[in-house]
């Protein structure tokens, strides 16, 4: 039987590590017709792999980038240079070995990574229809030129067949995460990822989830995620759940369909979420997340300026975006706020304004992330922008961090504004400085070892900052 090997090459931990949901749903609908193994690189950063391509004599290796880099504008991480030295030359160096390069990362940057990882070839989106179709035509040698998302070396973009790519309903299958690869890497700090839906119908100035994933929502049934939630329950025990969605309230009725069945079911589970999308938000539906379980909201508004929202085409109010804020303090559900400046348009009143916004609206125990710069990828909005105002040239490659900040000011002034808002207000905390250090982290671990915290890990680092600046300020 043919023999694949799929390689998970994220081993980022910063601000929690993620496992390879993606990769573990491919291998399901590959294992059907092949042999299959994961190989999860996070646990090792890559020492292991070239002993298991050894053992396992794989032939075919698919490779999955995750992310290309950290999308911090004043410390930036490019994590291709890693892979390729970690991951791709060491197989490189093995004989006979096919590369198939594929994931999220991959899919926004197909040509440019394929060059600079020497990918044999490249699946852009998601592969479980068009992976198994590349590999059964490879080995039965029949024509390859029509596979939906194939990329070959030298071509710039992925074939679309003559149809949308995302055209294809969403998998029908769980994960099974648990039997794939070793999960205790991700207990700690990490979460086991539950996807309820693919795509993404807005068009955020920035965002490459309608580039990775589609325009249009593809949904899976309430009662078919609420299985495998439980099963993953009844393997692994008490973890925590992340709900992986572009945004989880989108369409409303499918986010409180799902809550209404983990609450039928008196499932005593723990879920947290990203992406609530202030014009869907209500207190009924804060009122089930509650109930259902959740125990953290990651709410990524990038800003409380109206003019801002406009530019990067948001579709909520500031109005919508204050009854969220009230809506998640009577809920007393834990938050996590996300802003960005430095976009189209922005000035220092637009910062006052979404400063003002924090502190009107924002729960104290809560943290605020603040970072600077939009990362400019091909395909989106911003891109377009910033070629317009001769930021980049149309011909410019994207591939190492490349950002946009309003040439209004300086990169150099934005960070000083932010600086001086941030540094009388403990629960806003720079992306530049949102790695707790050690010692934070282990006074942290103490804390809710001794209280017996249940509460998520940034309240009680949020804790730990709020102690060490009220007493650096007595």
Known sequence: MTRVLLVNTNTERSPYPVPPLGLCLLAGVLSEKFQVKVYDGFADSGAGLSGLVNDFSPDFIGLSIRNIDNLVFHNSRFYPEDILHKFVQPLKNIPGTILIGGGSGFSVMPAELMAYFGFD???????????????????????????????????????????????????????????LIDFEPYRQRGAYPIQTKRGCIHNCLYCTYPVVEGNTFRKRPAVETVDEIEDAQQHLGD??????????????????????????????????????????????????????????????????????????????????????????KESNLPVMWFFVFGGPGETEQTIAETFEFIDAYVCHDDMVHISTGLRIFPQTGLHEVAIREGIIAPEASLLYPTFYVTPNMTAERLMEILRTYTATRFNCILSTESTPSPEMLQRAMEIRAREQLSEPMFRTLMRVRREELSGKNE
């Open 121 to 179: 070839y490249g699946l852009v989106g998601e592969a479980e229809f068009s992976f198994p179709l590349l590999l059964t035509n490879l080995i039965e040698h029949k024509d390859i030129s029509d596979i939906p998302g194939l990329i070959l070396p030298g071509e710039t973009k992925a074939r679309a067949n003559g149809a949308n790519r995302h055209s294809y309903g969403l998998t029908q299958r769980f994960s099974r995460i648990y039997d």
């Open 239 to 328: 973890i925590l759940f992340e709900i992986v969605d572009s945004t989880f309230n989108d369409p409303c009725t499918h986010a409180e369909l799902l809550c209404e069945e983990i609450i039928q079911r008196k499932l005593k589970v723990r879920l947290r979420t990203m992406g609530i999308n202030p014009a869907n938000a209500s207190p009924g539906l804060f009122s089930l997340m509650h109930q259902a379980g959740f125990t953290q909201i990651d709410s990524t508004p990038d800003s409380a300026s109206p003019l801002i929202l406009s530019n990067l085409k948001k579709n909520f109010t500031l109005q919508q975006l204050q009854n969220n804020a009230r809506f998640l």
